[in-house]
């Protein structure tokens, strides 16, 4: 008997039709899949990142292939939050998956600038990057440090009624102290990993292949840290995850799912298979049906560690 | 429009032991035009990661080619592939050369395997813009692509590092004298980017504008990611653009070089 199911996401505060997400940076603000996929069966696009100014990025060569991924050093090149609502949002209003704004600062004050901007549109989600240098700490990200994520989340608590979710860097000590301090501060969700700070040397020029050096990794080289930091997430806190590193198929998907991400986000798969998140969805539904589940309740953080130390 | 889809290989040819030509079949009517690429998917597994991005060197009704280089795991990936088999591809990409006001008689300057793409912007400018070409070509050893230029110009000028050929040396070396000789309006360049770099200084001095065809190691290929950017002035400032998607093709006098 087919019993029918309900891929519904519940994101505490933020429903989505299904857990199939794309990541900031490697979406856009939608129009150039839109050649290739129906973006209405998505859940959610996460935007390209948004700054309160416009901001031109990093020089080229701002990208490497490695092994199973690559390090990208794009330096967050946007047109700016003003930008974006006046000519991108638009576009993304018009699509029936949620729209969640990645937004960005090198203080906390500019990233409640481009909130307060936000704040006035129809987007559905606020994503807080916090793997910004916060200049006024000598530049370390945000992310690094428990205190920092608990003020920069309350902060945009106390200034906003939107869902927000807070994305971790995954560049940290300990992952747990992290995620806690995003629930204290009143987030609804957290959404990770970020990209893993990386280094590739051309030997023929004796040179990093990037041109600021150190960039990000992504793909599915970055995969299994990233499994290991959602289950430890999940152990840590009750709010919902987005899960995000290498996702390339159902596989993965459900490999995080299983880790307790409730939903998850597909990035660089995006430059190999523009359609891999309609396979996603496709091959996510046939695999329900086989192990007879109808929710996603079913599978969230259902992992068992068979011999635990 | 683009589209992805499987197109399959019907011929290849070795150009010679580094550079080889692939002829793939169209699925359907698709128009390519010059300076458009591809982006291929070279093995069937997620290894290499990343589809890479190749340049058009001519197209037809049924068909298009494009003639790689060796030059990594990727490329060499390809090479292995045979007459019958079929490619995952992402086409056609890119904004292609600027062909609409094309009056005047053109130089196309294509130096390595840079050549190969201005192979198919010569017979367009030949036989659709109904220009004459005159065609400028730089090589570090033997030249190649020669026979395959003459069919669309009376004026081939080849250069080579080695002996044997209309001139020794670079390309940059005899742009000067060439354009003394021409009167060209309409100049087109692809090549390495110091080749590129030097005859914009050249051209420029000569009051001429050319279009380049630039080359960026990329990710999505299609506009989204923004790893494949060039750097532009266009007189409002310095900004990023898209080699994927706002070029291949950018004008000269936008084009900023780093030292």
């Not at chain 2, 068909?63 to 591809?89: P, Q």
Request: net charge negative; hydrophobic share 40%.
């Amino acid at each position: 008997m087919n019993k029918k199911i309900d891929l519904t996401t519940d994101l505490n505060g933020l429903i989505l039709k299904n857990p199939i997400t794309v990541a900031s940076g490697t979406f856009g603000y939608g129009q150039e899949y839109s050649e290739f996929i129906d973006l209405n069966r998505l859940g959610a696009i996460t935007v390209k990142g948004l700054t309160i100014e416009e901001k031109n990025g990093n020089p080229s060569p701002r990208m490497v292939e490695t092994p199973m991924g690559l390090i990208n050093s794009v330096g967050l090149q946007n047109p700016g939050v003003d930008y974006f609502i006046e000519n991108e949002l638009g576009f993304l209003e018009n699509v029936e998956a949620k729209i969640i704004a990645n937004i960005n600062g090198n203080t906390i004050d500019e990233y409640l600038r481009v909130l307060d901007k936000l704040n006035n549109t129809n987007v559905d989600s606020i994503e807080v990057n916090i793997s910004c240098p916060n200049v006024k700490a000598g530049g370390m990200a945000f992310g690094r440090d428990p205190k920092m994520v608990y003020e920069i989340t309350s902060k945009v608590r106390q200034n906003t009624n939107k869902h927000v979710i807070i994305k971790l860097s995954p560049n940290v000590t300990d992952i747990k102290e992290i995620a806690k301090a995003c629930q204290d501060g009143g987030a609804n969700c957290i959404s990770l990993i970020n990209t893993l700070l990386a280094m590739s040397i051309d030997i023929d020029t004796e040179m990093t292949h990037i041109a600021r050096g150190v960039g990000g990794l992504s793909g599915p080289a970055i995969k299994p840290i990233a499994v290991r930091m959602v289950n430890e997430v999940y152990n840590s806190v009750d709010i919902p995850i987005i899960g995000m590193g290498g996702i390339c198929n159902y596989r993965d998907a459900v490999e995080f799912m299983l880790a307790g991400a409730r939903g998850i986000s597909v990035g660089t798969a995006n430059f190999v298979n523009p359609k891999v998140t309609m396979d996603i969805l496709e091959d996510l539904e046939k695999h329900f049906m086989k192990k007879e589940y109808t929710k996603l309740d079913d599978i969230v953080g259902k992992v068992k560690i068979p011999n635990r130390a | 429009m683009k589209v992805e889809e499987r197109v399959m290989i019907i011929d290849k040819v070795d150009i010679n032991e580094d550079v080889f030509k692939l002829t793939l079949k169209k699925n359907s009517p698709l128009e390519i035009k010059p300076g458009q690429f591809v982006n291929i998917k070279v093995s069937d597994s997620d290894y290499p990661l990343l589809r890479r991005p190749i340049s058009v060197s001519d197209s037809d009704q049924d068909s298009y080619s494009i003639c790689i280089k060796k030059v990594g795991e990727g490329t060499r990936l390809l090479y292995k592939k045979e007459i019958g088999e079929s490619l995952d591809v992402i086409h056609p990409l890119g904004n292609g050369f600027y062909l609409d006001n094309i009056k005047e008689k053109a130089l196309v300057i294509g130096a390595g395997i840079g050549s190969a793409p201005m192979l198919y912007l010569a017979k367009q400018l030949k036989t659709k813009c109904n220009v004459e070409v005159d065609v400028l070509l730089g090589f570090k050893d033997k030249p190649y692509l020669i026979d395959e230029f003459k069919k669309y110009s009376e004026k081939v000028a080849v250069v080579s590092e080695n002996d044997g050929y209309d001139y020794k040396g670079y390309v940059t070396d005899v742009l000067e004298q060439i354009l003394d000789a021409g009167d060209y309006q309409e100049v087109f360049v692809c090549g390495p980017k110091i080749v590129m770099h030097k005859s914009i200084i050249i051209l420029k001095n000569k009051g001429i504008n050319p279009q380049l065809l630039m080359e960026e190691k990329m990710a999505c290929g299609i506009g989204a990611c923004l790893v494949c950017t060039c750097k532009i002035n266009d007189g409002t400032g310095i900004k990023f653009k898209r080699t994927c998607k706002d070029g291949p093709v950018f004008y000269g006098e936008e084009v900023v070089f780093d030292e």
